[in-house]
């Protein structure tokens, strides 16, 4: 067990619907990284987010948003579904102070089936 | 920008028999290397890293890599696998400096059979 907790575990929505993922750092970690695992696209990363603020951003796409509240938890908004956009969703959560980067540890994820 | 290439997609081992899992590298800048397990439905586990220091580096249940910076490698050895080894192995690196994000390689399907 990782310590980092996502949900739900599985989701399975239809094309053009919006939905929520939600992630929970471990106790003291700052940083929740976002990444999505997808048989074509393998494992990519979204975004990054660090006590509250964006810190960078990979291939998501504009339909993709998240945010990262004051209480460190993180939700991934996910709308106008494709069914590509059908994958494994990861949270991951570092403590990420300066100069090195620290284990990335994962959830188990959320996996998004769009019909 | 960074790109991580593993060589083989399936690799099927005997038990008991030693493992080589390749992965090579590129980028622009200095990079921090992992390894990382991903049994089936679950998350990914971190197996070892390699930041600085000696080029060879240990890291969980027995395994081991080596850096090798000419050659911009990072292989994942193992002298002796066994059944509880079949997962998933992806190499991953992450720029010296202010960015955290993990570029992955492909991943590797370890098999190990009895």
């Known amino acids: 067990d990782s310590g980092v907790t996502q949900t739900p575990k599985h989701l399975i929505t239809a094309t053009g619907q919006r939905v929520t993922l939600r992630c929970s750092p471990r106790?003291?970690?700052?940083?929740v990284y976002w990444y999505q695992q997808s048989l074509d696209q393998g494992l990519q990363f979204l975004i990054h987010?660090?006590?509250?603020?964006?810190?960078a951003k990979g291939n998501i796409l504009e339909r993709f948003s998240a945010q990262q509240f004051p209480d460190l938890h993180s939700e991934l908004n996910l709308s106008s579904l494709e069914l590509g956009d059908s994958a494994l969703y990861f949270c991951?959560?570092?403590?990420?102070?300066?100069?090195?980067?620290?284990?990335?540890?994962f959830g188990p994820g959320t996996r998004l089936t769009v019909t | 920008a960074q790109s991580v290439t593993q060589l083989d997609s399936q690799v099927p081992v005997f038990e008991e028999a030693p493992v080589e899992l390749r992965c090579n590298y590129s980028?622009?800048?200095?990079?921090?290397l992992f390894w990382y397990v991903q049994y089936p439905n679950q998350g990914l586990q971190l197996l070892l890293k390699?930041?600085?220091?000696?080029?060879l580096v240990k890291g969980i249940n027995g395994f081991e890599a080596e850096f090798n910076k000419s050659q911009t490698s990072f292989h994942l050895r193992k002298p002796s696998v066994h059944i509880s080894d079949t997962a998933e192995y992806f190499c991953?690196?992450?720029?010296?400096?202010?960015?955290?994000?993990?570029?992955f390689g492909s991943g590797t399907q370890l098999t190990v059979l009895p």
């Open positions: 991951a959560s570092s403590v990420d102070l300066l100069a090195v980067p620290y284990e990335q540890y």
């Open positions: 106790s003291g970690d700052l940083s």
């Open positions: 987010y660090y006590n509250g603020e964006e810190r």
């Open positions: 980028s622009s800048v200095s990079v921090y």
């Open positions: 390699y930041l600085s220091g000696s080029t």
């Open positions: 991953a690196v992450t720029p010296r400096g202010s960015a955290r994000q993990l570029t």
